[in-house]
């Protein structure tokens, strides 16, 4: 049976035994019961009668958007909030009125299809979260009913009070309270993944009282208790609460709560009181949604169909307006329009109420403008960003194989965006490095161990040209001769003759020795796992850190390989008799790591009866805490953190005291006392009461541990910064070992100036030691803004020379002050690369949305841990990576790939390719819809703004959903200007989005304006060629139901070859969607034709009878898609040829078989590469051209 034990089992343990408290503690329980911590639950007595009077929420979860009785009012409601959907709600419903030119059927079925495509998409979405909950609510529980006898009962059945018996890797079905496990101690292991996507186990211990009383199923009935709590809330790491049993009332803590949607793990069983239920529980509280992100294209697009309203609403104006006044005219001229009856009208057409007449009509030019506006735009948009998806999911060149994990994009709708990003943030450990800690070197005494060298020192060495590095880019010191190679041991790359193998016993300080690897093995919080078939014992560890630390202490002999409730055992080398002892050591408490706290320390006693305090933690805490006659090595330990900082490795320092008797009981009781309390400030009291321990330590040396950058970081960030992308990293590292670590991903280079912020100034450390708080702020932010003006001048002196800027937290928090984050931005945005050391979450969330809202570009955070979910959230994009801390940022990124070196082909292949796509259709979309639109508004205009339709309603209705609307969605999934190779190659290409040289206004416009051409040659080039001669061989002339299917046709002719001239890379998909869709309109005339004429009215037979047969009809059909075409084919010529973009450059080389040529391609890519530019091909370039060409700085 495992014992391991993890670090709240000791405090609870202790907290539990006491009964009686004092009357302090009975003050602060007394907010039990008041407001916020009301709950009263009643164990094992759900049916009680008063359980229904206070109504707490059932456990059945729903996470749908929609019920079967809201999806359609609901639904209908999200469509129509678009001001496009609701525009054609409106015409449609006015379709149904006298004023409309079109019949009502044509003018609602598009409508319908569009709405009912996207409801259909949305329901599909909403039915499988509707499976899921049906899964999770289905599942089926132990529940106790009567005489200790328990029922499998499914999840939605439990009520708060309900006892419940939950089995190994079962997930909790609601908030418990944990009675009793089937451990002798009453512990139990859990896994959290799903709340917080931490892998680690965590353990919960039961209260004594009841863990005592319940052991077997029959112990269950007669138990009874009253848990009084607090409400309901989303605060997944605190509880508060009490159980009383009989006249006894119990301080429950967070030890004790088992949350819904975590697991049970490595324990049998346990037995649990429901208090939460079902939306009341923790993880449902969580659940908020993600904050809504919306691409820079979806905004513009929704002003490009703002300004086609405004011009459709003009030009129903100005046709209104001429309207009545010819109207009027007709009075005076004897009705010189006859045809229109003014003489035999009430309304439209009445000469002697020719304003009204100008009313009805704008209404009627309203409904038949409206095709100016594409109905499908925003569906087609969202089917296309879906396949975008897909495609991006099943790239195998971003599927990391050795943790079977492929890129996921998790939402859709910012495809484009990936195409458009100006800066980077990128959290360091776990992104660019691989978080996984091996234990390298280490200061025991003032004497540093360890031989290893790390990358950060590899690239050091390569910088400085030191013989470190031979010439097969091995260490030169990697493998001595003579000696024998140790087995690889992750976690451990350690190697140091003088204290392997039990030769530590011989150094001078070996007593010192022997705490150090000592402390390493007790101080920690790791749970021993031994294999039983091989003996080996490994580690659960809550951070890669701690179980480097615990695996070199077995390595080097000190071997941890038991934890029971109150103990931990160590097996080690006893120097005196040379002989492997078993030593045992009572957990007294743990005080536990935190981000504030910066340490963490176990108290323990030794089999000789000394209390002792061990404790490791962050050197700008640790060192203020020594006691005078424990600074023997401070010199020396500081020279190597140093020196370990600079080799990018992350330290710890290590140090202990001892205590007496009455020193310890002093603070074991108001230790007791600060845990046992219940009020908003426990945490304070707590930090207080071990402010007071931790101090007049001694101290033994420092740990370093490497964090190796993950494989390919080097050559993602050159190719990045050669795409122009800014790239910031925000750690929170000391700033020794960031920018080290900095020069190994390439992300400093040698050359570069470094302006660094930091508040490591006499003047400020000479306050700090006096204590004067405000003295201190005000000293410290007229540093920092001092060091800015500086960073400010000293950028602007130089032109082409390239500038880091390093500004540590402290920094940081005055940097972001209102009145001087503007200016901190100023000089960050002219630096190559800028890096925030010790940096909190909060300042890595508030410096994203600085960047973000200061610039005004696109930006994009990355990140792996639960920490950089503030920042993934306030970036426009956030990227997960799906790494060794969990979950917690995938679930809240908008993009998941398995590691950093994927986010160069994730921007510069599928980011540019989608924004192209997307830019491209949404233009093209508006092009052929002005283009329809146009000869709708000339030819009424040529019919006196009579309100008559140029073509037949079943025409106007089917253009964009039929006739031109698949083309353009394979434009948006297929097209490649250039392949993924040459966008690889060429990364300044990614720059065409970040400029959005694409989407500009000049361009949309221009677009628009080729629109309004092809227009104005189809409708003058039809109408001038059929008028007034004989349309065919009887003599007959071409009537207006003849004209109206030649323009028509001309139309999808010529939108359809445009669409194939704009098209970069054909696929068959392409050429069935673009030549079928001109198939399919013959195909319909023909069917649609043959209906019977009070349905197809002026489309019957038009086709058999009037078009097929004449020769005419297929010269002028040929002639005006030539002529229509002709303008654009000639622009992109000129363009191509003499004022090519960058992708044209690029094309060009790949149609002059030029793409093998290494002198004529570096020509072309010497424009992606700048003397500010950070990467190895910018170092390289800085070496061999020492910036003659002052180009201007990204």
């Known amino acids: ?159 708060v009070g309900d006892i419940v018996k939950v089995q190994k890797d079962e997930f909790f079905p609601a908030d418990l309270v944990l009675l009793s496990s089937s451990y002798e101690d009453a512990v139990c292991y859990v896994e959290t993944m799903n709340l917080d996507g931490e892998t680690n186990l965590k353990l919960k211990q039961a209260l004594e009282v009841t863990s005592s009383t319940i052991n077997e199923e029959e112990d269950v009935k007669d138990f009874r208790a009253v848990i009084r709590c607090e409400d309901p809330n989303a605060h997944l790491y605190s509880f508060v609460g009490t159980m009383e049993i009989g006249e006894h009332q119990h301080p429950l803590s967070p030890q004790q709560l088992l949350l819904r949607d975590s697991k049970l793990r490595n324990t049998d069983h346990i037995y649990g009181a429901v208090i939460f239920t079902g939306h009341d529980t923790k993880v449902i509280q969580n659940s908020t949604p993600p904050p809504s992100k919306r691409s820079n294209i979806e905004r513009k697009t929704d002003k490009i169909v703002y300004f086609l309203f405004g011009l459709l609403f003009s030009m129903a104006f100005v046709g209104s307006v001429y309207f009545g006044i010819v109207t009027k005219e007709d009075l005076d001229v004897g009705h010189r329009r006859w045809y229109l009856r003014p003489d035999n009208t009430r309304r439209y057409f009445d000469p002697s109420n020719a304003p009204a007449a100008a009313v009805l009509h704008f209404l009627t030019a309203l409904l038949l403008y409206s095709y100016l506006i594409p109905i499908s735009l925003y569906v087609s948009i969202e089917i296309v960003k879906v396949l975008q998806s897909i495609f991006i999911n099943q790239d195998v060149n971003m599927y990391y194989e050795e943790a079977d994990k492929p890129a996921h994009a998790r939402t859709s709708n910012l495809n484009e965006e990936l195409g458009q990003v100006d800066t980077i943030l990128s959290d360091k450990t776990g992104t660019l490095t691989c978080n996984s800690m091996e234990f390298i070197k280490c200061s025991v005494a003032g004497t540093a161990y360890g031989h290893g060298i790390t990358e950060v020192e590899k690239a050091m060495a390569k910088r400085k040209g030191s013989p470190l590095v031979n010439g097969n880019g091995k260490e030169d010191d990697e493998h001595r001769p003579g000696t024998p190679r140790r087995p690889s041991v992750k976690g451990f790359n350690f190697d140091d003759e003088r204290i392997m193998n039990g030769n530590w016993v011989k150094e001078p300080r070996s007593n010192d020795i022997q705490k150090f690897f000592r402390l390493l093995a007790l101080c920690h919080t790791a749970i021993p796992d031994k294999d039983e078939s091989t003996g080996k014992v490994t580690y659960e560890a809550e951070s890669p850190d701690e179980a480097a630390f615990v695996i ?90 140093h020196e370990y900082a600079d080799a990018g490795l992350r330290t710890l320092i290590i140090a202990y005291r001892e205590l007496n008797e009455e020193e ?36 033994l040396g420092a740990t370093a541990v490497e964090d190796r950058l993950q494989q390919g970081v080097s050559e993602c960030i050159d190719k990045l910064a050669q795409a122009g992308i800014k790239i910031w990293v925000l750690t929170g590292d000391k700033m020794e070992t960031a920018i080290n670590i900095g020069y190994a991903c390439s992300l400093l280079r040698q050359g570069m100036k470094q302006i660094t912020i930091t508040l490591d100034t006499p003047e400020i450390v000479g306050l700090e030691k006096i204590g004067e708080k405000d003295a201190i702020a005000k000293a410290s932010k007229k540093s920092v803004v001092q060091q800015v003006i500086e960073g400010k001048n000293q950028v602007a002196k130089s032109e082409s020379e390239a500038f880091a800027l390093i500004i540590d937290g402290k920094s940081l928090a005055f940097a972001l002050e209102d009145d001087v984050k503007k200016m901190f931005l100023e000089l960050a945005i002219v630096c190559a690369s800028v890096i925030c050391c010790r940096s909190s979450p909060k300042q890595k969330a508030l410096v994203t949305r600085l960047v973000k809202e200061g610039t005004k570009k696109t930006t994009l955070a990355i990140g792996d841990g639960a920490n950089d979910v503030g920042m993934l959230q306030e970036a426009d994009i956030g990227i997960g990576i799906s790494g060794v801390e969990g979950m917690q940022a995938v679930m809240s990124s908008d993009v998941a790939i398995a590691q950093f070196r994927f986010l160069e082909r994730l921007l510069l292949v599928h980011g540019h390719w989608c924004y192209r796509r997307i830019a491209s259709m949404i233009c093209y979309f508006f092009y052929k819809n002005v283009t329809f639109g146009i000869t709708v508004f000339i030819y009424e205009a040529y019919t006196s703004f009579s309100g008559q339709p140029a073509y037949n309603d079943w025409f106007l209705s089917l253009y964009n959903v039929f006739f031109t609307s698949l083309p353009v969605i394979a434009l948006g999934v297929f097209d490649q200007d250039v392949s993924a190779r040459f966008c690889l190659k060429f990364p300044l290409l990614y720059q065409e989005g970040v400029q959005n040289v694409l989407f500009t206004w000049r361009r949309i416009i221009g677009w628009m304006l080729n629109g309004a051409v092809s227009a104005v040659i189809i409708f003058f080039f039809c109408t001038k060629a059929l008028n007034p001669q004989a349309f065919d061989e009887n003599g007959k002339i071409a009537e207006y139901q003849v004209v109206g299917a030649t323009m028509y046709t001309c139309v999808v002719w010529v939108v359809n070859c445009q669409m194939a001239l704009a098209i970069s890379y054909f696929t068959l998909i392409q050429h069935v969607f673009i030549w079928g869709g001109i198939a399919f309109w013959y195909l319909f005339l023909v069917i649609y034709g043959s209906m019977p004429i009070n349905f197809s009215t002026t489309a019957y037979r038009v086709f058999v009878d009037c078009l097929a047969p004449t020769p005419s009809f297929y010269v002028v059909t040929l002639y005006t898609v030539v002529s229509a075409l002709t303008p654009y084919f000639s622009y992109k010529a000129v363009r191509m040829r003499f004022f090519p973009m960058y992708h044209g450059m690029i094309q060009w080389i790949r149609h002059e078989g030029r793409a093998d040529d290494p002198e004529f391609c570096n020509m072309v890519r010497q424009r992606s590469i700048r003397p500010t530019t950070v990467g190895f091909t910018a170092r390289s370039l800085a070496r061999t051209n020492p910036l003659h060409d002052k180009t201007s700085r990204r």
């Open 1 to 159: 049976m495992r014992t391991g034990k993890k670090k709240r089992l000791n405090l609870s343990k202790f907290s539990f035994k006491r009964d009686k408290r004092s009357s302090k503690d009975e003050e602060q329980h007394s907010q039990i019961g008041g407001p916020g911590f009301s709950r009263v639950v009643h164990c094992n007595e759900p049916d009680r009668a008063d359980a229904a009077l206070r109504n707490y929420a059932t456990n059945y979860v729903r996470t749908t958007k929609y019920t079967a009785a809201t999806f359609l009012p609901k639904s209908l409601f999200e469509q129509f909030r678009r001001v496009a959907n609701f525009y054609f709600l409106v015409t449609g419903i006015l379709s149904f009125t006298s004023l409309a030119p079109y019949s009502a059927v044509s003018a609602i079925v598009p409508l319908i299809i569009v709405i009912g495509a996207t409801m259909i998409k949305e329901g599909i979405e909403d039915w499988r979260r509707k499976q899921q909950d049906i899964e999770v609510n289905n599942r089926k529980v132990k529940v106790h009913e009567v005489g200790g006898k328990f029922k499998q009962t499914e999840w939605r059945h439990l009520r």
């Open 664 to 699: 310890y009981n002093a603070f074991d009781k108001n230790f007791m006392q600060a845990k046992n309390s219940v009020s908003a400030d426990r945490d304070e009291l707590i930090e207080k009461v071990t402010e007071e321990v931790e101090r007049e330590l001694i101290l």
């Open 552 to 641: 070199a202490a077995r390595e080097i002999g000190f071997e941890f390989f038991k934890r029971t409730q109150n103990s931990v055992h160590v097996r080690d080398l006893d120097p005196v008799s040379g002989e492997y002892v078993e030593r045992s050591y009572k957990i007294l408490n743990v005080l536990e790591f935190n981000s504030a706290r910066k340490r963490m320390s176990v108290i323990l006693r030794d089999e000789d009866g000394k209390i002792l305090l061990l404790s490791k933690g962050a050197d700008s805490v640790m060192f203020e805490r020594l006691a005078k006659n424990g600074r023997d090595y401070e010199m020396e330990t500081r020279e190597h953190v």
